[in-house]
């Protein structure tokens, strides 16, 4: 059964580098139909793209954050991380991982559950 | 950029009701990668329809998708208890609506 799991630190301070990865089990990363993204929540607003990866470690990132995201893939790990830098209060938001599928339009088909993520000193 | 503008912000109706979401783009936005997402409190988004108009696999008939170009509408024939949520449209399998929400009358 496909599931997606991120994990990373739950606080992070002012000006550091928030860090996250997502463990995909149940299919594997180097699959060509999908693409790998992440998406935030901020406490009580809508859902905001941040990035997506292929296997082949080809990234598209979201304009307004693309100067301090970088996101990577281990596909022998079976996994894929997010990095955002340079962060204030106003990056603390519930980060999810999902997977898009090439078969269901480009969508975003399997979600994490979410980690929430809080910037405080 | 092309911006997806969601309404209304908040629809208020009962079961057994009929609901009507609007996903507007600032711009042509091909059907085959307009997506619709419900979210519900505490929960990660749940794919409903992509391609503008294809059900997702395990989504009830009573949800269905259509519009082409810049206008997208997402109904819900007969409103169920558990499908009051946050609805949101997606494009390009990027941006994101602000979201509807659909609350118990």
């Known amino acids: 059964q496909l599931q997606l799991q991120e994990s990373g630190p739950g606080l992070v301070k002012p000006s550091e580098t928030l860090s996250l990865t997502c463990t995909v089990s149940g299919v594997s990363v180097s699959r060509t139909s999908f693409y790998w993204g992440w998406i935030r929540q901020s406490p009580g607003k809508g859902l905001e793209w941040i990035g997506t990866i292929y296997y082949s470690g080809t990234t598209y990132y979201n304009p307004s954050l693309n100067s301090r995201v970088t996101i990577s893939i281990d596909t022998s790990k079976n996994q894929f991380s997010l990095w955002l830098t340079s962060v204030t209060a106003a990056d603390t938001a519930v980060f999810y991982c999902?997977?898009?599928?090439?078969?269901?339009?480009?969508?975003?088909?399997?979600w994490g559950q979410g980690t929430l993520v809080t910037v405080s000193p | 950029e092309i911006v997806l503008t969601q309404s209304p912000g908040t629809l208020s109706l009962s079961p057994g009701e009929r609901a009507t979401l609007s996903c507007r783009a600032s711009?042509?936005?091909?059907?085959?990668?307009l997506a619709w997402y419900q979210q519900k409190p505490g929960q990660a988004p749940r794919l409903l329809v992509y391609?503008?108009?294809r059900r997702a696999t395990g989504i009830p008939d009573r949800f269905s998708g259509s519009g082409s170009g810049t206008d997208f509408t997402l109904t819900i024939s007969r409103l169920e208890p558990e499908d009051f949520a946050v609805y949101y449209c997606?494009?390009?399998?990027?941006?994101f609506g602000q979201g509807t929400r659909l609350d118990i009358k």
């Open positions: 997606q494009r390009d399998s990027s941006f």
């Open positions: 711009q042509h936005v091909s059907s085959s990668f």
């Open positions: 391609g503008a108009s």
């Open positions: 999902a997977r898009r599928s090439q078969v269901a339009g480009r969508a975003f088909d399997y």
